[in-house]
Nanobody
Framework: QVQLVESGGGLVQPGGSLRLSCAAS????????MAWYRQAPGKQRELVAA???????NYADSVRGRFTISRDNAKNTVFLQMNSLKPEDTAAYYC?????????WGQGTQVTVSS
């Protein structure tokens, strides 16, 4: 069984930064696609950013230019650098990984942007 474990969430003031990390519990698995999603209370889960094994990334319009997704394939870890945070970025952030024949979700980490 593979687990994805997120870390790095917390409370930050508007304009601040946070860096989320997501590590797979097994190094032997290869994810050809990894992503971050978020879900705010009362809203649907939405894609924030995604990255392929080759490093191609795409972003939601709402975060483009502020967030950066990256990955360390050797460590099976994906990161989300979040800058210029806004109150509307407040949500639970979930890591997602897709390998051959299976996909996995992390448990989520809470990000709260508030003064």
């Amino acid at each position: 069984q593979v687990q994805l474990v997120e870390s790095g969430g917390g409370l930050v003031q508007p304009g601040g930064s946070l860096r989320l990390s997501c590590a797979a519990s097994r190094s032997s698995i290869s994810f050809h696609y990894m992503a971050w999603y978020r879900q705010a209370p009362g809203k649907q889960r939405e894609l924030v950013a995604a990255i392929t094994g080759g490093g191609s990334a795409n972003y939601a319009d709402s975060v483009r230019g502020r967030f950066t997704i990256s990955r360390d394939n050797a460590k099976n870890t994906v990161f989300l650098q979040m800058n210029s945070l806004k109150p509307e970025d407040t949500a639970a952030y979930y890591c997602y990984g897709q390998s051959v024949g299976a996909s996995y979700w992390g448990q989520g980490t809470q990000v709260t942007v508030s003064s």
